[in-house]
């Protein structure tokens, strides 16, 4: 079983909708839970991170950690065609290097 | 602010070949990271450095991969020889101490690997 679990997708829809991501993982001792976004040929980039369990917020999005669950979800309101990548999710603990453990990301496409 | 830079962009070897990959992390960031994304994975990480010093280095394999970060700056990664399982995006993200311990890192554009 991997640590984190992600559907690769790809994921299609209209602009405008809201998207929701998810990941499960398998090691209760992550602690800090971090969504990335990645373009075609490009390094991923850092969009939100959540220390624990909880929902934050930033602009049109949103993280959200269960932790009893071993659940985490991102949700994008308003998609643009521009939020068209592959959304990766990583987690790690709080404890040692600090090694960050990532999903295998999901396609995402937003039509216009 | 310049970001993580990484050179060559793009790289075609023949299998049992070397190869070399360059990364000059942004400036003042002791924390550098080699990550390995192969087509349809998430990146794993190769190998950590915290200035000069390797932290984690307990998914390189060693038999063909090296890094070194000479002087804490630049760092370099090679690879000796090639297999075709090598074929990947390798890419660099470094981090200041602060944003280490929270989450997070700096991404490079990365270097496409292509063995054949």
């Known amino acids: 079983q991997k640590e984190v679990e992600q559907d690769p997708g790809p994921l299609s829809v209209p602009e405008g909708a809201i998207v929701s991501l998810n990941c499960t993982y398998s090691n209760s001792a992550f602690q800090y839970f971090m969504w990335y976004r990645q373009y075609s040929r490009k390094g991923p980039e850092l969009l939100m991170y959540t220390y624990s369990s909880g929902n934050k917020e930033d602009g049109r999005f949103t993280a959200q950690v269960d932790k009893s669950s071993k659940y985490i979800s991102l949700f994008i309101r308003d998609s643009q065609p521009s939020d068209s990548a592959t959304y990766l999710c990583?987690?790690?603990?709080?404890?040692?290097?600090?090694?960050?453990?990532f999903g295998a990301g999901t396609r995402l496409f937003v039509k216009a | 602010e310049a970001g993580v830079a990484q050179s060559p962009r793009y790289k075609i070897i023949e299998k049992r070949q070397s190869v070399a990959f360059w990364c000059n992390p942004i400036s003042g960031h002791a924390t550098l990271y080699w990550y390995q994304q192969i087509l349809g994975q998430g990146p794993k990480l190769l190998i950590q450095?915290?200035?000069?010093?390797?932290?984690?280095d307990s998914q390189l394999p060693k038999d063909r991969f090296s890094a070194e970060r000479l002087k804490g700056v630049d760092s370099t990664l090679k690879i000796q020889p090639a297999k075709l399982e090598d074929s990947a995006v390798y890419l660099c993200?470094?981090?200041?101490?602060?944003?280490?311990?929270?989450?997070?890192?700096?991404f490079g554009q990365g270097t496409r690997l292509t063995v054949v």
């Open positions: 993200a470094s981090n200041d101490k602060w944003r280490a311990a929270q989450a997070g890192a700096f």
């Open positions: 990583a987690m790690r603990t709080n404890t040692g290097g600090f090694k960050t453990i």
């Open positions: 450095f915290q200035n000069n010093g390797v932290v984690d």
